[in-house]
């Protein structure tokens, strides 16, 4: 069964410094592999999907990267601003049974004016 | 384009009701999916469908029911409501089921 843990489960920083949150997953076997940001009382919102082809992606200030063989994504966040506060789910798209994202708990991020 | 709406925001129910979750979404989306978060568990998939007329069941189907009539709608069918079903429930959407998957803001449930 695909397990996707995420540590730390909290975490904070002061402004202005680069962070990087750790995902892994213990089966390798994925189409693909989604970052995404929540936002207390709100829904998902989709950051980065990086395909099990991939390497990684970037979109601003956010990099993700992918190495399936090891089962580690990793998301880097440069210049961290207060406005990055959120929790921040990791998600696998897993290429057995049901089409489903298998998530993991999250980190919850603070970033400190 | 509004992506994915779901309502209503907030419910509460008592055990034994009934009661249907909307969602829906305007980007032509074939996948269609139902999860719901609860502390400690993380998010969990009830039902999907991958287009109108076709749906199965996910990681924690029981006591829910879904279909999909047209390709814009899925709603979520709560038959006889239980204290246990008390959760946030999202719905997502993608183009296929392989891709980028879109989230609504969510349905927060609580059944007493």
């Known amino acids: 069964k695909q397990e996707v843990t995420q540590i730390p489960a909290a975490l904070s920083v002061p402004e202005g410094e680069n962070l990087v949150l750790n995902c892994s997953f213990t089966d390798s076997a994925i189409y693909n592999l989604q970052w995404f940001r929540q936002d207390p009382g709100k829904g998902l919102t989709s950051l980065l999907l990086?395909?099990?082809?991939?390497r990684e992606q970037t979109s601003g200030r956010l990099n993700a990267s992918l190495d399936k063989s090891s089962g580690r994504s990793t998301l880097y966040i440069a210049a961290s601003q207060p406005g990055d506060s959120a929790t921040y789910l990791c998600?696998?798209?897993?290429?057995?049974?049901?089409?489903?994202?298998?998530f993991g708990q999250g980190t919850r991020l603070t970033i400190n004016p | 384009n509004a992506g994915v709406t779901q309502t209503p925001k907030f419910q509460v129910l008592k055990t034994g009701q009934s009661m249907t979750l909307q969602c829906a979404q305007d980007m032509n989306h074939e996948y269609m999916s139902w999860y719901r978060q609860d502390p400690g568990m993380g998010l969990r998939l009830i039902h999907y469908s991958v287009g109108a007329g076709i749906t199965d069941q996910g990681e924690v189907p029981n006591g829910y029911n879904v279909s999909r009539s047209t390709t814009e709608d899925f709603p979520l069918r709560l038959l006889s409501a239980a204290p246990s079903q008390t959760s946030v429930y999202f719905c997502?959407?993608?183009?296929?089921?392989?891709?980028?998957?879109?989230f609504g803001p969510g349905t927060r449930l609580t059944v007493t």
């Open positions: 998600a696998v798209l897993q290429t057995k049974g049901a089409q489903k994202l298998v």
């Open positions: 997502a959407s993608s183009r296929e089921g392989l891709y980028e998957q879109y």
């Open positions: 990086i395909q099990s082809s991939q």
